[in-house]
């Protein structure tokens, strides 16, 4: 009797041991995938460097007044946070790096806008824990040549991501807000 005792107990131990090492693995999994969202994925020198072939213009400053500042209260939904932001502009193209907040922290985004349309959007850091998705190709390529309506909102649906529906929002937001800082740069130059 006390023989088929300890084959019962070391056969529990052993499945025990084995889920608690399971149970760790997947700890240690769930950790380092969260790690790998988070992150700054590319700086803001190399992201201006790489659109503009490391001939980066000088940084021009947009000052959020009058109708720019109603325009862009629309689109965030709340006055900018900022009373003035900076581009880079060559020609007829303009660069943003702007930051908006996915569900509790930011998200910053580099912009290219070209004749009035969005040419190049990339996710250059991200510290959310979830909606990391919105950094990959098969979604931002969702963007490319979008523009802006009279109306303030882009000319294409962008489809969400399920689980990163705050992250999508905020990277609308600010595409919208680059093509209509961009129209408002493009307007007076053209004065």
Not at 31 to 60: C, H, M, W
């Amino acid at each position: 009797m006390s023989s088929h005792f300890y084959f019962i107990q070391n056969y529990v131990t052993g499945l025990y041991r084995q889920l608690m090492q399971y149970l760790l693995s997947l700890m240690i999994l769930c950790i380092s995938i969260s790690s790998y969202a988070k992150g700054v994925y590319q700086s803001n020198t190399d992201f201006l460097n790489e659109i503009f072939k490391n001939d980066v213009p000088r940084t021009e400053v947009l000052w959020l007044l009058g109708d720019i500042k109603k325009g862009a209260e629309k689109i965030l939904g709340e006055k900018p946070a900022q009373l003035r932001i900076r581009y880079w502009q060559k020609q007829q193209q303009t660069a943003w790096i702007l930051e908006e907040v996915g569900k509790e922290k930011l998200i910053t985004v580099g912009l290219l806008i070209k004749n009035n349309q969005l040419h190049q959007i990339k996710v250059l850091a991200f510290r959310e824990s979830r909606g990391w998705e919105v950094k990959e190709a098969f979604f931002l390529d969702q963007f490319h040549q979008v523009k802006l309506t009279p109306e303030l909102s882009l000319n294409q649906s962008i489809d969400c991501i399920s689980g990163a529906t705050l992250s999508v929002r905020a990277l609308k937001k600010l595409a919208r807000l680059a093509l209509f800082y961009h129209m408002k740069i493009i307007a007076k130059n053209n004065v």
